[in-house]
């Protein structure tokens, strides 16, 4: 009686030459993913030489209701100025920046006062931009 395994073949699929295929695939629909965008409007973007990013001082929110808040205090169009002059004075840099976040169902005219304002005390204007959810 035999009682030693015969030595079968055990069927394989070698697929080593299959991962090389799959992985340059891979990649090649990677990139024209990227690189074909029908909705990208092509624009030239200006250059810069340095850092252009600025230390946030003040933040003013312009909500639905066309109310502006300075930080969380809530200031009328004509207070703004002198409000904004009190913490503009507190920076010491150079050129202080103000973010202005605009709900999107918010009055352009708004924020361009709010900028008038801003660019009248010395700072730079800076709008505060979400991309998240745009169809």
């Known amino acids: 009686m035999n009682i030693r395994n015969r030595l079968r ?7 080593g030459a299959l991962n090389d295929i799959l992985f340059i ?8 993913s990227t690189l074909a965008n029908p909705n990208v409007i092509k ?5 810069a030489k340095s850092d252009t990013k600025s230390k946030q001082t003040v933040v003013i929110t312009v909500d639905k209701d066309q109310n502006l808040y300075l930080g969380q205090r809530q200031v009328g169009m004509d207070q703004l100025e002198a409000e904004l002059k009190t913490y503009l004075s507190k920076d010491t840099t150079s050129k202080a920046s103000v973010v202005i976040n605009g709900d999107s169902t918010s009055h352009l005219g708004t924020a361009i ?9 010395g700072a730079t204007p ?3 931009v979400d991309n998240n959810g745009v169809k």
Request: cysteine-free.
């Open 126 to 128: 800076v709008m505060a």
């Open 113 to 121: 006062r709010v900028m008038q304002v801003i660019k009248r005390l």
């Open 9 to 15: 073949a055990h069927p394989e699929v070698h697929t």
């Open 43 to 47: 624009v030239s973007n200006p250059k």
């Open 25 to 32: 695939l891979l990649l090649f629909f990677l990139i024209v």
